[in-house]
């Protein structure tokens, strides 16, 4: 019921639109949907092979003859490969549970032949019987294949509920009342892929009806203040290639936002310099801010962040019971502090800390950013800063989601540097809202990190921040990960 609110909340009346509560740096796929029924089916499939091997020879599968696995190997492995080909770990945008299952029936009897011929031969290669090849590759295609029918079937449900609840979809809008603009509206609907929010155009005298439901909701400046924003994953710009100052004045006015921005594709004349291509559901873009997603890439990052933020928590929870105590022995208050930040896109969010500061002074939106010898901090908050250990807890918001082991620090709202918000001081700081904050990341280790009191420290801190962005890798996140002790340790002049 909630999510049906929000959707009518953002979208109007738009029953086709099922967009997506809100964005987390990663969205669901239905490629990796697919992908992760694939590794089930073979774990279905060796679980199997396990269960007939100790019923036919008593043997467990680590320690028995090579010749009395090979023919279900053999028949498991042309299993996987007809589901394979007959794209059983493909769906389309409106699955139907009974033709998906349908489908890998006989996608099953079709393999049987196929497997008991293969395990025949190979038991005669191995110096077996062929009929008993043949019966042990059948009887696992048989057993393994009926409950990957079950579970196609299943997962074809599961699957229709995600899409209608909009879990595969890109929340998006569109830039521009134009005939490209009609035609994305309608393929956005034939996909699903999509769902379109809204159109925002400065000429809207010139608009004509928008196919749908699909609402013209005003102008290039109710776009940049519009409060659904951080729940959009792309600004698509929707304007004739043709018309170059309009399309480069657009583009030059959006780039500041932390949305991804795209132009959709209609080349003729256009100069495609500083652009990624990608793809937004069957349409041809060309990425002009941000790059599109790596679905592999997101899905082992949130990986990453499960299992090692796990891993510090338990490491470190002796360690944050006594800074707990320590910190209401010190003074008198709460062991945490939270503190509302932005996040990915944007999206408000709260960040947990060890309390550090006596309560009374305590500075919710880092009006005042903290100097050396602040008065405000008290002699268990001067130590915990200065180790970051202060910044513990935020393990917590990496297991809930909103934040990640590496990212861009993430700010207070309103953060002042100096009398002015930080974030009115470089045009391109909100870029570093493109990915979820981090506990650590490139601008830490490079001694960047705590208060920053000029123009020029907030621009360092953005420019990392970028580069990391452009080039954020796995392999960087652990690299980065094992410099922070150190960088840590290293840094006693900063003021934390």
Request: hydrophobic share 50%.
């Amino acid at each position: 019921m909630a999510r049906m609110e929000y959707t009518q909340d953002i979208a109007g009346d738009q029953p086709a639109t099922a967009a997506r509560k809100a964005a987390r740096g990663a969205r669901w796929y239905r490629s990796s949907f697919g992908r992760a029924l694939e590794i089930l089916d073979v774990a279905v499939i060796l679980l199997v092979m396990t269960y007939v091997l100790k019923v036919t020879t008593a043997e467990h599968v680590l320690t028995a003859a090579l010749s009395a696995c090979l023919p279900m190997a053999i028949g498991g492995i042309g299993l996987w490969w007809i589901l394979r080909e007959h794209d059983l770990y493909r769906f389309d945008a409106e699955p139907s549970a009974v033709t998906h299952g349908v489908k890998t029936l006989g996608a099953v009897v079709l393999a049987l032949p196929t497997t008991a011929g293969t395990g025949a031969m190979v038991a005669l290669a191995a110096g077996r019987a062929a009929e008993v090849g043949a019966w042990e590759a059948g009887i696992l295609t048989l057993l393994a294949g009926f409950t990957i029918v079950f579970l196609h079937f299943f997962s074809a449900l599961i699957l229709a509920a995600m899409i209608k609840a909009g879990l595969f979809s890109l929340n998006v809008v569109i830039v521009g009342a134009t005939p490209l603009a009609q035609k994305l509206i309608e393929e956005a609907k034939a996909s699903g892929d999509i769902a379109v929010l809204g159109v925002f155009d400065d000429r809207m005298d010139r608009a004509k009806p928008l196919p749908n439901h699909v609402k013209l909701l005003g102008g290039l400046d109710d776009l940049m203040s519009w409060p659904h924003l951080p729940s959009i994953d792309r600004v698509i710009v929707a304007v004739s290639s043709t018309a170059q100052s309009r399309v480069l004045q657009l583009v030059n006015k959006l780039r500041s936002m932390p949305n991804k921005v795209v132009l959709a594709i209609d080349m003729q004349g256009f100069d495609s310099d500083g652009t990624t291509i990608g793809r937004i559901g069957n349409r041809p873009v060309a990425y002009v801010s941000g790059a599109p997603e790596d679905a592999k890439r997101a899905f082992w990052k949130r990986g990453q962040d499960l299992v090692l933020g796990t891993c510090i928590l338990v490491l470190a929870a002796p360690v944050m019971a006594l800074i707990a105590v320590a910190i209401k022995l010190d003074s008198k208050g709460p062991v945490f502090f939270r503190q509302t930040r932005h996040g990915f896109n944007n999206q408000a969010f709260s960040c947990w800390k060890f309390r550090s500061m006596r309560v009374e002074t305590a500075d919710a939106c880092a009006a005042q950013q903290v100097t050396r010898n602040d008065p405000r901090v008290t002699k268990i908050g001067r130590f915990i800063r200065a180790t970051s250990l202060d910044e513990l807890p935020q393990l917590f918001n990496v297991l809930n989601g909103t934040m990640s082991l590496v990212g861009p620090r993430p700010h207070a709202i309103g953060m002042k540097t100096g009398d002015q918000e930080s974030e009115a001081l470089v045009a391109e700081y909100a870029h570093r809202h493109r990915i979820k904050p981090g506990m650590t990341g490139w601008a830490a280790i490079h001694g960047s990190r705590g208060p920053v009191h000029c123009a020029e420290e907030v621009a360092e801190r953005v420019a990392y921040d970028i580069a990391y962005i452009r080039d954020a890798s796995l392999w960087l996140d652990l690299w980065i990960m094992v410099r922070t002790l150190p960088a840590l340790l290293g840094d006693k002049g900063s003021v934390r």
